[in-house]
């Protein structure tokens, strides 16, 4: 009815007898760069920018910009909207463009609402996309000239940060002619400028 468990000792797993090598990190040397991801420039949707925009990589428009943009490539969000000339290799449209748009590739979704004319290679249009305007197909991508990336990314790794140095410590009296605090004669008590010590 009952039956008795096995009261047998199961062997131990035998231990392993070759042990996987520690991965030590990689480390680089300054003059080798690792692949890395690069962040596009991104106006968020409460910023407003007044003015010309020029960049090597990829800019992301979620609010409003009033001026020419050259860069890489080009996304406009949903709620974005450029009012002025746009130049890039690359550009996707979600939002509004008042304006030219000179790019080897367009793209407008159903969102995107453009006015003014289109300089492509190739172009592709969703369904509910707005466009008035001219389009014009174009056998060579003029030069942008962007700024060189690899340059500007040199240039920032050796700027380095100043930091104001201050003289003056916690507890220690103020400059001699500064607004503020007197000390009296011993040195040890400060005295406000505005109390007089009676004899």
């Keep these: 009815m009952f039956s008795r468990a096995n009261t047998k ?24 760069s690792a692949p890395e991801r690069v962040v596009p420039s991104i106006v968020s949707a409460d910023l407003t920018v007044t003015g010309d925009l020029v960049s090597a990589g990829e800019i992301q428009i979620d609010g409003r910009v009033e001026g020419d943009i050259k860069c890489a490539s080009l996304i406009i969000g949903i709620a974005g909207a450029v ?10 449209m979600h939002g509004s463009v008042s304006g030219q748009v000179i790019a080897k590739s367009v ?3 159903s969102t995107a609402r ?10 592709a249009i969703e369904p509910g996309a707005f466009l008035e305007g001219h389009c ?11 700024p060189d990336r690899n340059a500007a990314v040199a240039e920032a790794a050796e700027a380095k940060p100043r ?6 410590a916690v507890g220690e009296p ?7 605090a007197k000390t009296d004669e011993s ?10 010590t009676g004899s």
């Excluded at 000792?9 to 080798?32: I, N, S």
């Excluded at 009012?83 to 996707?92: D, F, L, P, Y």
């Excluded at 453009?114 to 172009?123: K, N, P, Q, R, W």
């Excluded at 930091?163 to 003056?168: I, P, Q, T, V």
């Design 9 to 32: 000792p199961t062997p131990a797993a035998p231990a392993a007898q070759t042990q996987a090598p520690e991965r030590k990190p990689e480390r680089r040397t300054a003059g080798e």
């Design 83 to 92: 009012t002025g000339e746009v130049s890039a290799q690359t550009v996707r």
């Design 107 to 109: 793209f407008l979704a």
């Design 114 to 123: 453009m006015i003014g004319d289109v300089t492509h290679e190739s172009l």
């Design 136 to 146: 014009r197909r174009m056998t060579e991508m003029p030069d942008l000239s962007l």
């Design 163 to 168: 930091l104001a140095s201050s003289r003056s």
């Design 174 to 180: 103020a400059a001699a002619g500064g607004a503020g």
């Design 187 to 196: 040195g040890t008590e400060p005295v406000s400028a505005d109390s007089k």
